[in-house]
């Protein structure tokens, strides 16, 4: 099975600052023929279900604000909030979909300074 | 409007059953795969099953592997997931989710808490 692993396990971060939050796959998820990473990011704010960020490693979904940015190729990954707001609050997760068992990495936890 | 709902959680003894059931609306279901996903109390999330859109294919870890079966019926738009032989590890709020291109969770349910507890 594919292990994910993210860094860093919580962060704190002050208002209209960048947050960063790194994703690392034990193996690729790149797959050549389509030259797509399978992976996604969720946010999941207290007591609330996840919610699909982005797909594909880079795929910003319908209505996720544009200060929500993701990047990497391989094995490793970032996800990026350009300004972090208050209601960026959450527990961030990445997944890999690239083998049939589709594995999330621990969470991020991400509070505001 | 996409709706998940989930049931059938409760608290069982160690090595009881449980069936949860998620019930769909708001878009085709016999037209998506569809998984489970269960999260353990301030924990992480962590994917357990998936299945085809006709039911005839399924992956799940290997952690509930002969213990859980997934199963769906597209006639009255719900998945279920029995559960059986359960173990206190297996406490956790369980969600259904709506896959979709390749396993992307793009609608989720509120989820339903399972406790495995004497």
């Known amino acids: 099975d594919i292990v994910m692993t993210q860094s860093p396990d919580s962060l704190t971060v002050s208002l209209g600052e960048r947050a960063t939050i790194n994703c690392k796959s034990s193996?690729?998820?790149?797959?050549?023929?389509?030259?797509?990473?399978?992976l996604a990011w969720y946010q999941q704010k207290p007591g609330q279900p996840p919610k699909l960020l982005i797909s594909?490693?880079?795929t910003r979904e319908s209505g996720v604000p544009d200060r929500f940015s993701g990047s990497g190729s391989g094995t490793d990954f970032t996800l990026t909030i350009s300004s972090l707001q208050t209601e960026d609050v959450a527990v961030y997760y990445c997944?890999?979909?690239?083998?049939?068992?589709?594995?999330f990495g621990q969470g991020t936890k991400l509070e505001i300074k | 409007e996409v709706q998940l709902v989930e049931s059938g959680g409760g608290l069982v003894q160690p090595g009881g059953s449980l069936r949860l059931s998620c019930a769909a609306s708001?878009?085709?279901?016999?037209?998506?795969?569809m998984t489970w996903v269960r999260q353990a109390p301030g924990k992480g999330l962590e994917w357990v099953a998936n299945?085809?859109?006709?039911?005839?294919?399924?992956y799940s870890v290997d952690s509930v592997k002969g213990r859980f079966t997934i199963s769906r019926d597209n006639a009255k738009n719900s998945l279920d997931l029995q559960m059986n032989s359960l173990r206190g590890e297996d406490t956790a709020v369980y969600y259904c989710?709506?896959?979709?291109?390749?396993?992307?969770?793009?609608?989720w349910g509120q989820g339903t808490l399972v406790t495995v507890s004497s």
């Open positions: 594909w490693a880079s």
């Open positions: 708001g878009f085709t279901f016999s037209s998506y795969w």
């Open positions: 989710a709506r896959h979709y291109s390749n396993g992307l969770l793009d609608y």
């Open positions: 997944q890999q979909y690239y083998t049939t068992l589709h594995t």
């Open positions: 299945i085809n859109v006709d039911g005839n294919v399924n």
């Open positions: 193996q690729s998820i790149l797959y050549s023929s389509n030259n797509k990473n399978y």
